[in-house]
């Protein structure tokens, strides 16, 4: 397991140095006896400081008393200050009326002095909040709102804040391209301070990992961990360690992880940070289990489970149980297996962590596929995969609807910005006629005064012409834009509302039909028909909400482009896996002369979907027992990969219609297959991205042939 991502407030806080609550009660009495009002203040707010993380009653007790010293003396930038830190100490403790009420009376004020860092720091906790409560989209709005609000400032830190927030909740998100991005940023300050060094460093260095991308994750790691050791952060180095074992875990380096954990695992002792010492535990159990050393494995795993116990700490016990169930699976001992499994299944349902419960579900589904018991082996599975279902169909809901709020948004922009400029030149308009009439009316009866009016009107109408005509130009830009914006989320729904609504009907008329059958005659034959054509209804939506997904990211600009040597022959051979039953379904057969070396370049991701796309559509297009044939050929220094069926054909007419998203061109396949026709468009999209081109060769009833061409490595 690795550490979590939210680190910045953690490393601050251990950067204190421990000091006993007493002394530094005496030391500050001492001090404050003789000291004026607004020094009293500060001293009561740095003590509310020091007593967060340690003692969080005794931080609201000095915020309370920082409060009513600086309300007696009206400091009203001393109230806020105040009041946000009893916000957090409400926070803390869970006590939500009261943080409430105290950031909302330090709001209030920050805007009735206008007081631009003081509105900033009320949006930045704000956005803390939101984050911490899981509420991403208002964490990202009050984020945002407080680096609007202090672009103008010269004072870097609440940027930096702001911008290690926003990234935290991007990585929460799942949105990693745009974590990095604001992380980097925040790097880039002077101000940047070297606890905040540290809690980037390993932020982005997570992020890599995640990505596996694991050299340039322990580039980081390596350069916090400079960072760590000039400090003698004891801490932070267990942190780095743990994960830096399991980067080298992950690729199978086993003695060198079991060095990591080992350090982490020391440091841990010697703080009893018991928490950390179950942790290091049970990574260092799972690693001797992939080492295949069973008995040490299970040795290390029960010890950390017995801590994790003592702790109640339920979220860590669920990986504990998680890994024992296998270890006993893989060792026959079936019994001690299911009882594990057993409190694993309960105890991930009472925390409502789905994705853990499939987990369980799965291993369960093999402990009942060993003893024998088939059925419910079977039923363990179908639950397994119900849930799984549900948890991908929801993400991609939730993609789809943010796609959609994105869309409405830019579109009410644009509006907003036609408005205004047309407003900007109505206003303009109006001013420089009343000039002129109050200039015809002063010097009417002067003929030389006349003269330079005239002279004075002409300049100016031209150039009152002229603003008129930049006017127009920037308003038939924002026409032309929005018109394409509405084209483009035109056709995004109309794609939704036409293709979904059939896999949808399917599935559901399907699924009808099934139960009516299992209920009535029990014909399993007719059952195992129903249910192939549910699963080809959903496989076909399944393809369908991938290429939306893949061609919304492209469309945003937030597809990376990351461009690399790419074996065609390993790829080919991949595709064929992946549609070999489909293929057999039409006894189709898959045929490639690609030799082993034949090597390109460009973004392996976007020329595996070229190829995906392309094989699925000759699939559909080619009748039972026919043949789709890939081959390569070098062209200078490109290579063409084409793609050859003996299906049905395009007609020319039809091949006119094919790469474009204003047609919306489809066709029935040769077993009634529907698609969207965006999988073409994705697959034009992403060839030009990787320098190319593509086209088609085709007559009617005499089959197909797609090439697309590649820069040769």
């Known amino acids: 397991m690795q550490f979590p991502l939210q680190l910045a407030l953690l490393l601050l806080f251990s950067s204190i140095t421990p000091i006993s609550a007493n002394a530094i009660l005496d030391d500050v009495k001492n001090q404050i006896s003789t000291t004026k009002d607004s020094i009293k203040i500060e001293h009561y707010l740095d003590l509310s400081r ?15 008393k920082a409060l009513q010293l600086s309300q007696k003396n009206n400091f009203q930038k001393l109230i806020i200050d105040a009041q946000i830190k009893l916000f957090y100490g409400f926070l803390a403790n869970s006590e939500m009326p009261n943080a409430w009420e105290s950031i909302n009376n330090a709001k209030s004020i920050a805007y009735s002095l206008n007081d631009t860092l003081s509105i900033c720091a009320i949006h930045t906790n704000l956005g803390y909040h939101y984050s911490i409560t899981s509420k991403y989209d208002s964490a990202i709005y009050h984020y945002n709102k407080s680096l609007k609000i202090g672009e103008a400032s010269k004072d870097n830190r609440y940027k930096i804040n702001n911008l290690i927030g926003l990234g935290e909740v991007y990585y929460e998100r799942g949105d990693f391209e745009l974590a990095l991005g604001k992380f980097v940023e925040a790097f880039k300050f002077e101000e940047v301070q070297n606890d905040t060094k540290i809690s980037l460093l390993i932020n982005m260095a997570n992020i890599y990992s995640d990505q596996h991308q694991r050299e340039k994750a322990i580039s980081y790691y390596n350069q916090a961990m400079e960072i760590a050791l000039e400090l003698k952060y004891e801490d932070t180095l267990s942190v780095l360690y743990n994960n830096l074992a399991i980067i080298y875990q992950d690729d199978s380096d086993y003695n060198k992880a079991l060095l990591f954990y080992e350090k982490s695992l020391d440091i841990d002792k010697k703080a009893n940070n018991k928490a950390g010492i179950a942790l290091c535990l049970n ?23 017995s801590t994790n116990r003592q702790l109640k700490l339920d979220t860590e016990i669920i990986y504990n149980l998680e890994t024992l169930s296998q270890i006993y699976l893989s060792l026959g001992n079936f019994k001690q297996a299911y009882r594990y499994l057993e409190e694993g299944i309960s105890l991930s349902k009472k925390l409502k962590t789905r994705g853990k419960t499939s987990d369980f579900l799965l291993l369960l589904a093999e402990y009942y596929n060993k003893i024998g018991n088939n059925e419910k082996a079977y039923s363990s599975m179908l639950t397994y995969n119900s849930l799984k279902d549900s948890i991908r169909n929801k993400s991609r809901t939730d993609k789809i609807a943010e796609l959609q709020t994105q869309f409405e948004s830019e579109k009410k922009e644009q509006e907003n910005e036609i408005l205004r400029v047309s407003n900007q030149f109505t206003q303009e308009k109006l001013d420089k006629e009343r000039i002129r009439a109050n200039y015809l009316f002063i010097f009417s009866f002067l003929a030389l005064a006349v003269i330079v009016l005239i002279f004075v009107l002409f300049r100016s109408k031209v150039k009152i012409h002229n603003r008129i005509k930049v006017i127009n130009g920037k308003l038939e830009e924002s026409n032309s834009k929005l018109k394409i914006m509405n084209a483009t989320k035109d056709k995004f729904f109309s794609i939704i509302a036409h293709d979904l609504k059939s896999p949808f009907n399917a599935i559901l008329g399907f699924s009808e039909l099934i139960k009516s059958e299992v209920k009535n005659e029990k014909n399993i034959e007719i059952i195992k028909e129903y249910n192939t054509n549910i699963n080809e209804s959903a496989n076909s939506l399944f393809t369908l909400l991938e290429n939306l997904l893949q061609w919304t990211n492209d469309q945003r600009g937030a597809l990376e482009f990351n461009p690399t040597q790419i074996n065609l022959y390993e790829l080919i051979q991949s595709n064929f896996t992946i549609f070999k039953l489909k293929a057999a379904d039409k006894s189709i057969k898959l045929c490639s002369d690609i030799q082993p070396n034949t090597v390109a370049f460009g973004d392996v991701n976007m020329v595996d979907t070229i190829v995906r796309n392309l094989i699925s559509n000759a699939l559909k297009f080619t009748k039972e027992s026919g043949e789709i044939f890939l081959s390569a050929k070098l062209d200078g220094d490109f290579i063409h990969l084409l793609v050859k069926d003996n299906g049905i054909g395009i007609s020319k007419t039809n091949q006119d219609k094919l790469f474009r998203l204003d047609c919306n061109f489809t066709t029935i396949g040769t077993n009634y297959e529907i698609g969207s026709g965006l999988g073409l468009i994705l697959c034009k999209e992403f060839v030009r991205k990787n320098g190319g081109e593509i086209w088609v060769e085709s007559e009617e009833n005499k089959g197909s042939t797609f090439i697309f061409s590649l820069k040769s490595a």
């Open 50 to 64: 020091k007593y967060y993380p340690v003692k969080n009653d005794s931080a609201i007790y000095f915020a309370n």
């Open 283 to 305: 990574n260092i159990g799972e690693n001797y289990f992939k080492m295949g050393n069973t008995d040490k494995a299970i040795a290390f795993l029960r010890e950390s489970l």
